[in-house]
């Protein structure tokens, strides 16, 4: 059986082997974007393609960037000359394809034409398919393709679950949600968020090095919601497999750090924002000689840095976080509607309803209905759109309320 087509239990995304001390190859099982059970068995000492092309799989999720780049060094040359040009031609190209956007080799707009090129080559049965279709998703979207990259994203999910790899549906579904916040659909993208959790759960990924992505952005959606505990816990995972993703692209690494940025501040860690926020930028500097990195993240890096500094500059500063009532009456805020209406919808009185209000926008430092959601765009509690007034009386605003079962 090929490497590349092999899978193993708890969905496996490919068998991955390396040499050990003994020099026999040590095939490791790997799940989703990390490694899962290691079995060992002894194979001639061969470095056919798909060996080489694992090997330079596995230790790119390991985070041994070194090593995977000389396998993949390696992996190219058996290909020949201009492989990129015929992904077609088989499975191993596609999948040398992805490596190479996973590594973040060359420029960003090369990057994106590999992607998809190598979506488009590989079989739908292919297990690299997924993955290609997440990186290239990801990049039509940070290059303001959202549709395409929605759709590409959507139908990856898809394959990504009959192909059982938990961790690519997991970043998937992240992404999507990222994407429904931005179209204004809350309710929407906190159900892919919650999607996206119980699968780094029930699978045991949070602890994966390559799930530091979809751990990010899970734990910016809980900040949205208000649950600032689980947030705060999820950040610090992520923050702890900064380092061994070294060998993953550098943007899609300061991608995680501008989602870990966003959920610290709504959380009040503004400390580790402010960390967080250097890290992003130094890693900036050092991918734009390279055109490493996407314009947008220059811009969110700089948006974070510009509120940052208009908070105090003590480290033991932090802002409170919202309550999940407080965050109900903010998602209403937008529409116009009275206190007694809101209360009507809510189920609580006006005095509560006033409260409430009252104590978001103190939070939220603002003295009025139009600055305090002008402030939660800016913070990320609420999508950067507005809501004709001739919805402020409609009952279709109550699918953007967050429910308890949502969030």
Known sequence: MSVLDATGTSGSLDVGPVLDSAGCWTTAVVTGLGPSTVHHHSAPRTRSRELVLASAWLALITGDSADGSRWQTLAAAREGRSWELTLGESDHRGA???????????????????GSAAYDALPADSPWRPLAGLLSGLTLTLT??????????????????????????ADCL???AGLAFGDGDQRESQHLIMRARTLLL????????????????????????GRSTEAGKLIRIAQGRTEPTVASAPWLQIQSRILQINACLLIGDVAAARLLTRQARDMLRRSSTERAVFACQQ???TRAEIRLAKLPADANYAAQPSTLAELRI???????????????????????????ALGIYRKLGANSRNGAVQRACDLGYLPPTVVPDSLSRSNT?????????DI
């Open 96 to 114: 040398l394809a992805v490596m190479h956007v996973w590594r973040g080799v060359g420029e960003i707009s090369e990057l994106c034409e590999l």
């Open 144 to 169: 303001g393709r959202e549709r395409q990259g929605h759709n590409r994203l959507r139908v990856s999910e898809e394959l990504a679950q009959a192909l059982d790899q938990p961790g690519v549906r």
């Open 174 to 176: 992240a992404a999507l």
């Open 202 to 225: 029930e699978h045991n990924l949070l602890e994966q090095p390559s799930s530091e992505f979809a751990v990010s952005a899970v734990a910016l959606g809980l900040a949205r919601a």
């Open 299 to 301: 811009t969110s890096v």
């Open 330 to 356: 903010l998602h209403l805020r937008p529409t116009h509607l009275t206190f007694p209406e809101m209360g009507a919808l809510l189920f609580v009185t006006r005095h509560t309803v006033k409260t409430q």
């Open 397 to 405: 605003v109550l699918m953007s309320i967050p429910s308890r079962a």
